[in-house]
């Protein structure tokens, strides 16, 4: 079983800045990308950004970008999304995933961590 823990989420103000850490554990797998993404109340789960393993690529959903920047952390198992100049709109609960190929579903997820920015 492969677990995922977020965490650094919290309240701040509209243009401050958090840090999100997301750390597997458990079972090895071989890791094709991790993501992130977040969902508010009454609304569909949405992508924020991903990084892929092996290059470091990474992709970014057009409302976050510029002001988000994902990374890793191989020797951690670690993905980091560092988020700047919140907007009250970023409020959401933020989930990590991985999954372990390119074209396979997020398999493992995370608990989530609540970020709520303040007006």
């Known amino acids: 079983q492969v677990q995922l823990v977020e965490s650094g989420g919290g309240l701040v103000q509209a243009g401050g800045s958090l840090r999100l850490s997301c750390t597997a554990s458990?079972?090895?797998?071989?890791?094709?990308?991790m993501a992130w993404f977040r969902q508010t109340p009454g609304k569909e789960r949405e992508f924020v950004a991903r990084?892929?393993?092996?290059?470091?690529?990474?992709y970014y959903a057009d409302t976050i970008k510029d002001r988000f920047l994902i990374s890793r952390d191989n020797a951690k198992n670690t993905v980091y999304l560092q988020m700047n100049n919140l907007k009250p709109e970023d409020t959401a609960i933020y989930y990590c995933?991985?999954?372990?190929?390119?074209?396979?579903?997020?398999?493992?997820w995370g608990q989530g961590t609540q970020v709520t920015v303040s007006s």
């Open positions: 990084i892929i393993w092996i290059d470091d690529i990474a």
């Open positions: 458990g079972r090895t797998f071989s890791t094709y990308d």
């Open positions: 995933t991985a999954r372990s190929s390119r074209y396979g579903t997020y398999d493992y």
